[in-house]
């Protein structure tokens, strides 16, 4: 970071998280002495905000808050921890891994998310270190997983398109590994690792892409491969379409400044889609990101932090602004953007043959929970077929898993402990439920204003008969749930869409485009199930007769008037 930009930030106005960044010499603060401390179970806030950039941040099982009251007890504290696996490849001894620390040190689960990482729930304080160091030695990492930072870099995994899959996973990989913070603070607190800075100079420059107070908010990079949009490109700070011509990578569309979150009753708040700004080679790539991440640092807003999205940074002073500026930091400027065309954003489910020989298969994950349940031990099966595979996992972007790279030989066993296990692609379910994301919500979210994971496969069921009753059960149709606007499953995106509003009260949403390219807009507000049912089934008996050849039902929605089309994102709350 240059001199002037540093004083800049030493004297504009910025929030008190900034001055905890600031102060923490470079993310270190006193999480070592507070780790250390046997009284209880939580953190500090200030500290606590330094944890997110290790990966982690403390919770509280919000369903035993009242019992603990009562009893003088403070709060049922515990942590999330995410681990990173850029473009959410991994091996099967990481898959182990991951099974194993569930196991020993969460709630026994593990949670696949949305941007293709790994979730665990539940774990202690006193566990967090062990947690980590098992996950590093592993070969995998919670550093910027959370935080002010680029977070986990999303790549499409379809089997189909391998070797171009294969091009595009490297170039995340690298992506990923070149955005990563340099601080020794992640290895000296969690692998005791040896200090190397003791002084809390800001002049030290061990940071050369983020500087001392890292970004203004979290930054997120996606890169799909047309025509499948899994990653939902247009929802990424940085979006990179990646651009196949001949049958070879020629490189990607750059898009800029999308974001899902929100926040209720404010105006200034919106989710938004990103913009396509012209196209750069596979090789300039890497330049455009990180020159890309270098303007958001120095022009984010540092003084509210529900302003300070890239999103708002490109609003704020235009995107002709945005384009000039990363020319100048380039020294070139992007090429015009190539044709492109997006036909789903969903996952191809069950085996397919890739185009090496190798076997992929998408199994169905219901909201991403990974664990046990009565009569489907689904933990268990995946485990088995962990021991025995030599190919790899590959976590989607809708929650599910790919089970990658079988050989022939291979294919035939994990089938057969696919049905030991009564593992599933989904097919006999209604393709509205293999469309379904939801967030994890509560009980341990502090966000959440309403169930989510534990509410949407009810609500499902409920839906699904009316389904079948239009006669639309294997229509696909997207359909998203939050207990907050956060946008952690990206609802904003989805042709139907709950956004929580209170205990048992959501925000309803419709007409998002199926590829995952425009926004959804507010049908009604704060209805309970009952409302949502009764609202719901005059419109699908509406769809299945009036819909034209082909229109999906975000588009019908629009035509048939129930929303007006969004054209911009701070239309969302018309």
Known sequence: MSENNLLSLNSAPHSDVEEIKRRSNYLRGSLTETLADPITGSIPEDDNRLMKHHGSYMQDDRDLRNERAKSKLEPAYQFMLRVRAAGGVVTPEQWLMMDRVAQKYSSGSIRLTTRQSFQLHGVLKWNLKNTIREVNEALLSTLAACGDVNRNVMCNPNPYQSEIHEEVYEWATKVSNHLDPRTRAYHEIWLDEEKVIDSRDLDNEEEPIYGPVYLPRKFKIGIAVPPTNDVDVFSQDLGLIAIVENGKLAGFNVAVGGGMGMTHGDSKTYPQVSKVIGFCTPEQMIDVAEKTVTIQRDYGDRSVRKHARFKYTI??????????????????????????????????????????????????????????????????????????????????????????????????????????????????????????????????????????????????????????????????????????????ARPALAELAFIGKAPGKYNMYLGGGFAGNRLNKLYKENIGEEEILESLRPIFNRYAKERHEGEHFGDFTVRAGYVKEVLDGQEFHA
């Open 315 to 488: 609003d704020d002073r235009g995107i002709d602004w945005f384009v000039e500026e990363l020319k100048k930091r380039l020294g070139y400027s992007l090429q015009e953007a190539r044709p492109y065309r997006f036909e789903h954003n969903g996952d191809r489910y069950g085996w397919i043959k890739g185009s090496d020989g190798k076997w992929h298969i998408t199994l169905f994950i219901q909201n991403g929970r990974v664990k046990d349940f009565e009569g489907y031990p689904l933990m268990t099966g995946l485990r088995e077929i962990a021991k025995i595979h030599d190919g790899d996992f590959r976590l989607t972007p809708n929650q599910n898993l790919i089970i990658g790279n079988a050989s022939s030989q291979k294919k035939k066993k994990i089938q057969k402990l696919i049905e030991q296990y009564s593992l599933t692609d989904g097919a006999h379910y209604s393709a509205l439920k293999r469309n379904s994301m939801a967030c994890v919500a509560l009980p341990t979210c502090g966000l959440a204003m309403a169930e989510s994971e534990r509410y949407l496969p009810a609500l499902l069921e409920k839906l699904e008969p009316m389904l079948d009753e239009a006669g639309l059960r294997e229509e696909d149709i997207v359909i998203r749930m939050t207990g907050c606007p956060n946008g952690c």
